[in-house]
């Protein structure tokens, strides 16, 4: 065949790398040697930064793109996909990350926000965009923006679950009312949801959002990744809860077993014991900034 | 017709597999322990992260059992990751990756680059009929040396990042095992499923 067909950037091509992430744990990792444990933990991709959200939290301040040199190190070092993040409504720092080849750019909360208007029109990349939500409506306006992954935002950096099923529960009781409704009632729906009928209308037809749904935020042990399995998400993110608590090889390992094992307590039960000290957490009244609460 | 295709579901886009199956009317069974081998009659090993699901094959006792069960015959079809997890080579890939080894290709682990490489492309694939075959290729391996008794049912044309053109297999057939670097779960068309299937069916 000629070369002449082969087409790059298209959806299909963005959205399938999230298909190929499913039931899968993505790690944050802020040096080389971190990510070389989740790598042989069994991650399916890192995410590259240089604080986890925890520090974040703690140091405060202005939180942005992590250095260049730093996510090039950790490229260098894994044979899995490198994620790396942007601040919201940040084209500059995509732009940045697109020309380092990272293979998903997160538009995070995570990070202080650079646009209270608008978020990135990503549409405009060739490399694929995972973006927060805490609701179905958050989630399809992300969508219609071109994200080709959702995660739940849970509350990142709290080590405590309690949002990141709000936010699940949230979003996969919507999707079955869109189920359920009559066609009729789906104009209502979209307005309500201040999101595209047309992406009401798919889910209607398919019963489904129209990419992957992933968790984040607050999650620290196997338990935690099986809970958010059985509510309905595909994969999950981890961040702080791994590199903060007290072994992260063996954390990290129990935590993609547990990914893949969520229905089965028998092997839940194994691989829960012995992890030494979790993360220590948060209370999600105690968290004087709210993350979940950027973007728009 | 009553097959069951077992679907490797450690990690990975096994469900769009099981959909797959579903609409050319063959059932199929999630494998994610050894018991839910017991009575297939072939099995996908799906995309996803060839490093993750081998960690998970050995830590789930699936590993021994597959390999002894591809030794004794089993139909395979093995997408992307599953076609990593087949070959008898793996170039780029981590020192301890384990796979069955059974295939004789020798293949480059995201061959092709990153995902800003990744692509889709139209492919004429022998012993289908019809229009071309819409591939999507994601961070997909590339086939570098086939053996003799490989039978390449298709090839792609691909400008490479070192500047080279070249001509890739990238479906690949020997005895009951079949290979291809791409998705087809990722599309609506079901025909080198199919063709997979007609492979079990012709030696029932």
């Not at chain 1, 399916?44 to 939290?57: K, N, Q, W």
């Not at chain 1, 208007?117 to 490399?127: E, L, N």
């Not at chain 2, 609409?23 to 995309?47: C, F, M, T, W, Y």
């Not at chain 2, 057939?173 to 779960?185: K, M, V, Y």
Request: net charge negative; aromatic share 6%; proline share 4%.
């Amino acid at each position: 065949m000629d070369a002449q067909s082969n087409e790059f950037g298209t959806a299909r091509v963005k959205r399938g790398l999230a298909e190929m992430l499913r039931g899968g744990v993505i790690m944050d990792v802020v040096n080389a040697g971190q990510a070389k444990i989740a790598e042989d933990a069994g991650a399916v991709a890192v995410m590259a930064l240089e604080r986890v959200p925890a520090d974040i939290r703690r140091d405060g301040g202005v939180a942005r793109m992590s250095d260049p040199a730093l996510i090039e190190e950790i490229q260098a070092t894994v044979t899995i996909p490198v994620m790396a993040k942007a601040r919201i409504g940040h084209f500059g720092e995509a732009q940045i990350l697109q020309a380092l080849q990272v293979d998903y750019i997160d538009e995070s909360e995570v990070l202080t926000p650079a646009d209270e208007a608008f978020h990135i029109d990503k549409w405009s990349f060739d490399i694929p965009f995972v973006c927060g939500a805490t609701n179905l409506g958050e989630a399809l306006r992300r969508i219609s923006e071109g994200a080709c992954m959702i995660r739940s935002k849970g509350e990142a950096g709290t080590g405590n679950v309690v949002e990141a099923v709000r936010h699940l529960r949230s979003i996969t009781s919507e999707i079955k009312k869109i189920i359920l409704a009559d066609p009729a009632e789906l104009f209502g729906i979209a307005k309500n949801l201040q999101a595209p009928y047309e992406l009401v209308s798919e889910i209607h037809r398919t019963h489904h959002l129209p990419v992957p749904l992933f968790c984040a935020g607050g999650l620290a042990t196997p338990a935690d990744a099986a809970l958010v399995m059985q509510l309905g998400a595909e994969a999950v993110f981890v961040g702080s809860g791994i590199f903060k608590s007290g072994d992260p090889a063996k954390r990290a390992r129990a935590i993609v077993e547990a990914t893949t094992h969520y229905m089965d307590p028998t092997i839940l039960l194994k691989v829960s014991r012995n992890l030494g000290e979790p993360m220590v957490g948060i209370n999600a009244d105690e968290v004087d900034v709210k993350m979940a609460e950027r973007g728009w | 017709m009553g097959l069951i295709i077992g679907v490797l579901a450690l990690q990975g886009d096994f469900q769009e597999h099981a959909l797959t199956l579903s609409q050319i009317g063959v059932a199929s069974r999630e494998v994610r322990n050894p018991k839910d081998l017991i009575g297939i009659d072939g099995l996908i090993l799906p995309g996803g992260e060839s490093t993750t699901m081998s960690m998970l094959l050995e830590s789930s006792g699936l590993f021994p059992e597959i390999a002894s069960a591809l030794k004794d015959g089993l139909f395979v079809f093995g997408t992307c990751a599953g076609m990593i997890l087949l070959a008898r080579e793996v170039l780029d890939g981590r020192s301890d990756q384990g796979g069955f080894a059974l295939m004789d290709i020798s293949v480059r682990r995201n061959g092709f680059g990153r995902q800003i490489r990744s692509f889709e492309a139209d492919l004429l694939v022998k012993g289908i009929e019809g229009p071309p075959i819409r591939a999507v290729f994601i961070r997909a391996p590339v086939v570098e040396k086939v053996a003799k008794e490989i039978e390449i049912l298709a090839e792609v044309s691909y400008s490479f990042d070192d500047d080279s053109k070249r001509v890739v297999p990238v479906v690949c057939g020997q005895d009951r095992l079949l290979a291809c670097s791409f998705h087809p779960e990722l599309t609506s068309d079901t025909r080198l499923h199919q063709l997979f299937i007609s492979k079990i069916l012709s030696e029932k």
